[in-house]
């Protein structure tokens, strides 16, 4: 537009946030995050045709006025109100104050992924528009997620994967009535495929694994995988790599043969404290 009335700062950029890198495997982040500012007075976004966007408000309370899709709300919008803005979908907002916002983008492709698995057809799974919901799980996960990309996603690609997995399906449950995700098989990771997994997991733990990536070693669709893999183990994924890191990190903290800072980047922890933190969570022997 040329009618002077100002924009947006721009919340597409080329390439996903630093906070959550390439897993080292060709995978990309299942969500891009990224925290913009929000000056006061009209600001039209432009149109984001490659995510869904989850907005959530950060800071002050504010009076907006938000138009999208043949909607418009007026009101105060507060913190943990969350916009869903499908991809392609024009919006424009009328702020009475500067602001901010957290933005969670996630791919279409991947939100419809994770319909399939819970057996809702992708044509009725599309992220309708909408505008200051509230919703404790959206919420949740919005939040646990800033607070990740704040410190840098210490727990890693994984973890950050799996709320990215968690965030999509919670919104396709409230738009198509579903309390659960559904998978399509009951049954888990057959043996053999669970072995290779583990054994891949050992071998990489000093990687950031990504969720995709352990779902083509299991050789089933990421949508999937998570919840095959949680039935096979007996825990999410995450959670598994985190207590094998930890095992392994216990071991070489007795063997008494290399500083905490060798022993937290050997086994995939972001740093020596965040190693610690980490123990003292999983059940078993203190450092």
Known sequence: MSDGNPRHPDITPPSPSPAAPDGGQGHIPLADLVTVPV????IEPPVDDRYHT???????????TCRMDGQERHGLQIQGHCTIVPAGTAHRWMFDRPAGAF?????????RETADAMNIKPQVAELAPRIQMRDAQIERIGWIMQAEDHEGCPTGRLFMDSLATALAARMIALQTRRDEP??????????W????VIEYID???????????????AGFSLSHFKSLFKQAAGTPVHRFVLER??????????????????????CGFAHSSHMARCMRSVPGRGV
């Not at 000056?39 to 009209?42: A, M």
């Not at 907005?55 to 009076?63: F, K, R, S």
């Not at 933005?103 to 939100?111: D, E, G």
């Not at 495929?193 to 290779?196: D, E, K, V």
């Open 182 to 191: 559904t998978p399509k098989s009951g049954r888990g990771l057959p043996p």
């Open 245 to 266: 890191r930890v095992e392994r990190a216990r071991a070489l903290l007795l063997k008494g043969e290399k500083s905490m800072t060798e022993i937290a980047m050997e």
């Open 203 to 217: 071998v990489n733990l000093d990687r950031n694994l990504a969720l995709a990536e352990l779902a083509d070693v």
């Open 39 to 42: 000056p006061s007075g009209y």
């Open 103 to 111: 933005l969670v983008r996630l791919s279409p492709a991947f939100v």
């Open 193 to 196: 495929r669970l072995r290779r």
């Open 54 to 64: 989850f907005d959530y408000h950060l800071g002050q309370p504010v009076q907006v």
